[in-house]
RNA sequence: GCGCCCGUAGCUCAGCGGAUAGAGCAGGUGCCUUCUAAGCACUUGGUCGCAGGUUCGAUUCCUGCCGGGCGCGCCA
């Protein structure tokens, strides 16, 4: 029996006391049960009875007396107790819980997945960083967290797509060209220039490809730095992700915003909905109107448009794509465009709540100081990923709430110790595919049934609730776009699953032969490699089999 | 000044209104001739920043303070 079947076991028992009119209040459709943490109050725990007491107008022990009774009449269901205030405190019978284990390995790779988010097109946003740069640690955390939002949000049955957002002409360009030039020519970077290995790098190969450029007028050398250093360093930005295992559907340039006239468009959308107005030579968007601390500029007063411009035309596309969410996942250093851009979707006439989020991360710090692609000496996803391994760099960026700003201590990741929770829950995956191996060596099978009764040590049970627990903790971790439950879940499941290791044992010693016993625990411990690997999958982590 | 985020064990952090607030690391003591000891058990450690409010119940929600981070451009 899943969690959720004992919701609906106990809605229904509420639904019949109501009936019978035992008390008088609308059947809730939200039940909820839990796992308690005491173990002494049982399998799980329901607080609808004190939900419903004000309702019906009763106290709350006898509105849980009058469910109580209907509940312990259920099948699967042991024991119901009242507790403290009106708690029912659940005890499901062993065998209805042991098939918890069938459950999950009948259902393999899809055991999890939901259907919460079903029929939604999302179009999901981040890293969005220009090709000025390799990508740094910071980007890496929106590669981690956005990657793994995106499977969540696929296991929860939403279509969606990654897309990432860039700019190859501006102000940041000119600046990486002028600098891609200055090293070539032995010229001082210019001030606000980029610096570091990776402009010589790309310089060298820009002119390997190009012999003699730098004798040629800098004018027409620069547009070839611009231009062909673009290309490397976005084909690196490219590379880089791949290796992180991050797939984008749609690489989307702003140049086709402006191209395409989307820009102007919009604009003049805009000023229709009388939402436009002008000013010091400038074009605003009253932006005032929809809660914004102020109005925006959204074309100069030279003509040219403002980025933000080029966002509003570029939310209209997406939304006439199709999408029925646009989001986008932004360090908290952009927060201040939240207000603007929530006030830009109101503009166009469209409910922000509906249609529009903007999951704000907290910055990652190196040290404690803040990392800044100009820095020169920073740690990039390729050095990030050399040091600790893909593995470990997207678990530890997607383990802690966005919310929280995240010190990585470099020497930390580089000491490549068992500090990191990674090769805990890793660990548990590799030592339940050793035990299949072993046990199929021993020529053990756990067959095609078992007797889901016989789990019924402490540890098992244990184990068992734990598994349950899994499609709650990512449909859940989707809809708040909080991939970090899933893997505090998974390392509360993997010490779950060692304390169950050290305590059961599972397979044969010596001359002993294979029990009943034997394969209920093949069945649970396959069950717990299931969503051990089904949970790091979701996270973009591998599920090793031998460590 | 205004806005967003954070403040929980020595450290790093979990905890979408529930029961006695948790984990890892660090400190201490034990457990490998048997399925991976990258593990497990026991143990030390707390005014959940402070003060009010909301309610059957607040670490959680609201308000005000205090402390820290980030941002507030016709930059992106």
Redesign the pocket.
């Known amino acids: 029996m899943t969690p959720d079947d004992l919701a609906e076991t106990v809605r229904a028992a509420v639904a019949a006391a109501i009936d019978a009119g035992d008390f008088a209040a609308p059947v809730p459709d939200d039940v909820v049960v839990?796992h308690?943490?005491?173990r002494?109050?049982?399998d799980y725990?329901?607080?609808v009875a004190?939900?419903l007491?004000?309702p019906a107008g009763k106290p709350?022990r006898e509105v849980a007396a009058a469910i109580k009774s209907r509940l312990e009449a259920a099948a699967g269901i042991a024991a119901v107790?009242i507790?403290?205030?009106?708690?029912?405190?659940v005890t499901l019978a062993k065998d209805a819980f042991g098939e918890l284990a069938r459950t999950v390995v009948t259902a393999g790779t899809a055991y999890g997945s939901n259907t919460a988010l079903a029929g939604q097109r999302i179009n999901l946003e981040f890293i969005s960083a220009?090709p000025t740069g390799p990508l740094h640690i910071a980007h890496v955390r929106w590669a981690a967290v956005g990657d793994a939002m995106a499977r969540l949000m696929q296991a929860s049955g939403a279509y969606v797509e990654r897309e990432y957002y860039f700019?190859d002409a501006?102000?940041?360009i000119e600046r990486f060209a002028a600098s891609l030039y200055a090293v070539a020519t032995g010229a001082p970077v210019p001030e606000n220039g980029y610096q570091g290995h990776y402009i010589e790098d790309i310089a060298r190969r820009v002119i390997d490809a190009n012999p003699g450029l730098t004798g040629e007028v800098e004018e027409k050398a620069v547009e070839v730095f611009r231009r062909e250093g673009i290309e490397l360093m976005f084909a690196d930005i490219r590379a880089s992700l791949e290796r992180l295992g991050v797939h984008f559907d749609v690489y989307f340039n702003?140049r086709d915003l402006h191209a395409s006239g989307a820009i102007e468009d919009t604009v003049r959308r805009l000023r229709a909905a009388g939402h436009v107005f002008d000013?010091?030579?400038?074009i605003?968007l009253r932006t005032t109107d929809f809660g914004d601390?102020?109005d925006?500029?959204i074309?100069?007063?030279?003509g040219?448009?403002?980025?933000?411009c080029?966002d509003l035309a570029y939310y209209v596309d997406k939304r006439e794509r199709g999408f029925d969410k646009v989001v986008i996942i932004l360090?908290?250093?952009?927060?201040?465009?939240?207000?603007r851009m929530r006030a830009m979707v109101a503009g166009l006439g469209e409910d922000p709540d509906e249609h529009f989020e903007i999951p704000?991360g907290?910055?990652v710090?190196v040290h404690g100081?803040?990392l800044s692609k100009r820095a020169g000496n920073v740690v990039t996803l390729d050095e990030l990923v050399d040091a600790i391994s893909v593995d470990a760099a997207r678990y530890a960026l997607v383990?802690?709430?966005?919310?929280?700003?995240?010190?990585i201590?470099a020497d930390l990741w580089v000491r490549h110790?068992?500090?990191?929770?990674v090769?805990?829950v890793?660990?548990?995956?590799?030592?339940l595919?050793?035990?299949q191996?072993?046990?199929a060596e021993l020529g053990i099978d756990r067959g095609d049934d078992f007797d889901p009764g016989l789990l019924s040590d402490e540890r098992e049970t244990d184990l068992l609730s734990a598994v349950g627990e899994y499609p709650?903790?990512v449909?859940?971790?989707a809809?708040?776009r909080?991939p970090?439950?899933v893997a505090?879940y998974l390392?509360?499941l993997?010490?779950t699953?060692?304390?169950?290791?050290?305590?059961?044992?599972?397979?044969p010693?010596?001359d002993e032969e294979a029990t009943p016993l034997t394969a209920a625990?093949l069945w649970l411990?396959e069950a717990t490699r299931v969503v051990l690997a089904n949970g790091l999958g979701v996270l973009g982590v591998s599920a090793?089999?031998?460590?």
Request: aromatic share 8%.
């Open positions: 839990e308690p943490k005491n002494e109050h049982g725990a329901t607080n004190l939900r007491a004000e709350p107790d507790a403290g205030p009106g708690f029912l405190n220009n700019n501006g102000a940041q702003e000013a010091d030579g400038a605003w601390d102020k925006r500029v074309v100069r007063s030279d040219r448009p403002t980025y933000f080029a360090g908290a250093d952009h927060h201040g465009y939240l207000g704000l907290q910055l710090t100081s803040r383990r802690s709430s966005m919310d929280s700003a995240i010190d201590d110790t068992n500090e990191n929770p090769f805990y890793q660990y548990a995956h590799a030592r595919a050793s035990l191996r072993n046990a709650r903790s449909a859940s971790a809809e708040l909080e970090h439950r505090r390392e509360s993997a010490g699953y060692h304390r169950f290791y050290d305590a059961c044992r599972v397979l010693q010596g625990r411990c090793p089999d031998r460590m």
